[in-house]
């Protein structure tokens, strides 16, 4: 459009300049000429300034696309939060918080029951040749873990007979097996409750989505997908809390069974060496 417009002016410029010489006399057509050369110039460069100041004008009022801002790792798990409905996704971070505490409380602890059994073994023995019982109690006193604590009833009672040190060590080794897997009950719950709270979840949001549907007499493709997408939220962070859990869960477990295993075998070994040393009667 622009340079339709500065065509037709020059066009304009040129007839006004062939009428004019057509009516001007022989000797003024050398200053005509001249004249109208000089005018054309003077138009091209005016329709030229003229095209380029619309062009930058509508450059700059043509609008720009605002790009959206890259959200961090946090803001996105906020923004799945709040548009997932905090009334749901509220109880599932409430079990993955408690199923985390639980999970580290049992690890510190697993990890500070755990010690060098054969290290263990051989100082108690050596303490007995040449301390005796007194002095073997003193070591497992002075030692942390329920190896230590088996040990200690053990000898405790090496002058009722090896009949009543098996069974104490038996019996205590049921308490201790207890205090290992202290929590795990909760935290297996929590492992199964966070998955179903999110189920709840998206099975609710997908009844509001059908009653919008209901309400509003005919079917939106964003009022659907939308209402799957805030729905299906819930499932997707109770599936990732229960991975979380079961991970935890199951290293805990297996590091219960290696702790019991190395208690019994150290309580066999126990027996064995009171029997040597004749600590206890037969």
Do not use: H
């Amino acid at each position: 459009m622009k340079k339709l417009i500065s065509s037709l002016t020059i066009v304009a410029v040129i007839t006004f300049g062939f009428a004019n010489v057509s009516y001007a006399t022989p000797e003024s057509d050398s200053i005509a000429a001249a004249m109208t050369a000089d005018s054309i110039a003077q138009v091209e460069a005016q329709a030229a300034a003229l095209a380029a100041a619309n062009e930058d004008k509508d450059e700059n009022t043509a609008p720009k696309e605002e790009k959206e801002p890259e959200l961090s790792f946090v803001q996105t798990l906020k923004k799945s939060f709040i548009e997932g409905d905090p009334l749901w996704m509220t109880p599932v971070l409430i079990c993955l918080i408690i199923g985390l505490a639980l999970s580290i409380e049992r690890i510190v602890y697993l990890n500070l029951s755990t010690i060098n059994t054969k290290r263990f073994l051989d100082e108690v023995e050596t303490a007995l040749k040449n301390g005796g019982v007194d002095a073997a109690k003193d070591v497992c006193r002075n030692t942390r873990g329920p190896i230590a604590s088996i040990f200690y009833q053990g000898l405790d009672r090496s002058e009722e007979g090896i009949d009543m040190v098996e069974k104490s060590v038996v019996a205590y080794g049921g308490v201790q097996m207890g205090l290992l897997e202290k929590g795990l009950s909760w935290l297996s719950l929590f492992i199964a409750l966070a998955p179903m709270l999110g189920f709840m979840g998206t099975v609710i949001g997908m009844i509001q989505a059908f009653q919008q549907i209901v309400k509003d007499g005919q079917v939106s493709p964003i009022t659907v997908a939308g209402g799957i997408q805030v729905a299906l939220l819930t499932t997707v962070f109770g599936l990732i809390s229960a991975i979380f859990l079961q991970i935890f869960y199951n290293y805990i477990v297996s590091k219960v069974d290696g702790i019991v295993n190395e208690m019994e075998d150290a309580s066999i070994s126990l027996i064995d060496m009171m029997l040597k040393l004749k600590v206890a009667k037969s």
